[in-house]
């Protein structure tokens, strides 16, 4: 009787560290996106305005150039903010 309590103690204790893991991937992932948007946003704003037969589309490349900045600095902030937070949740679930 005693072994399996251990091993149910050992197999949710493996599952918790496994969804914390998760989860930290998870952020690093959602993280990683926005920076795709930020290079795809500079990416494209840089083409419209260089290329001469979009030109009515100057201003949209305008925009993403300005836009591009701001998506990436709330990236960082949600990265950060998200990591302290579950930093602290998982530190009040290891002192349980």
């Known amino acids: ?10 197999t949710n204790e493996l ?4 969804a914390i ?24 704003g840089v083409t419209i305005i260089q290329l ?14 300005v836009v591009s900045p701001f998506v990436m600095m709330f990236a960082i902030y949600r990265f950060l903010y998200n990591r302290r937070r579950f930093n602290k949740l998982f530190e009040q679930v290891q002192d349980q």
């Open 1 to 10: 009787m005693e072994t399996k309590d251990k091993e149910r103690d050992f």
């Open 21 to 44: 893991e998760r989860t930290k991937l998870s952020n690093e992932r959602t993280f990683l996106s926005y920076m795709r948007t930020t290079l795809t946003l500079l990416g494209a």
């Open 15 to 18: 599952n918790n560290k496994l």
């Open 52 to 65: 001469e037969v979009l030109e009515e589309l100057y201003e949209f490349g305008i925009a993403c150039l």
